[in-house]
């Protein structure tokens, strides 16, 4: 089907790759929270293992507030890529924090911060793939950001 017949500007579902990781990510936050729905900071402050990563109600609602708007920005081929691209520069800064102490942004509490610092690394790395795997199945940068000149349905309208 393409692109036109879908209307509002949107892309062909089946072409973007980026709204796959997107998904998974919302129910491991909702599940630390629901682990540990702790809000407590400091050193004493608890936190539960999910899939390997110190869980609290902070680290819950951080994951949220990431990857939430991926679910919008994912509309677009363009906005998918760059948002990915965000989302893993702003996962990385977290695990960078979290090799040098085990309190995270003065508020996170994470008694195994290796490890999250690993996975958080992973998960960016993973990030850039997709959105690399995207750029190349669009047949390269420009042809990826190629929507953001296309008019929305909006200004089409106005015409």
């Not at 420009?142 to 008019?151: E, K, Q, V």
Request: net charge neutral.
């Amino acid at each position: 089907m393409p692109a036109e017949e879908l209307g509002a500007g949107l892309e062909d579902p089946r072409t973007r790759v980026g709204h796959r990781l997107i998904f998974p990510v919302a129910p491991v936050a909702i599940a630390g929270f629901i682990a540990e729905p702790s809000f407590e900071i400091g050193h004493h402050a608890p936190t539960a293992k999910v899939l390997g990563m110190d869980y609290n109600g902070w680290h819950a609602v951080a994951g949220l507030a990431l990857f939430t708007p991926g679910l919008f920005l994912c509309r677009r081929k363009s906005w998918s890529v760059l948002y990915l691209l965000a989302a893993a520069i702003a996962g990385t800064v977290p695990g960078i924090w979290a090799l040098a102490s085990p309190q995270v942004m003065w508020v996170m509490h994470m008694p195994d911060h290796v490890t999250d610092a690993v996975i958080h690394f992973a998960t960016a790395a993973l990030l850039v793939v997709i959105a690399v795997v995207q750029i190349r199945r669009d047949g390269g940068w420009a042809n990826t950001m190629s929507d953001l000149r296309r008019p929305t349905s909006t200004q089409v309208r106005d015409r």
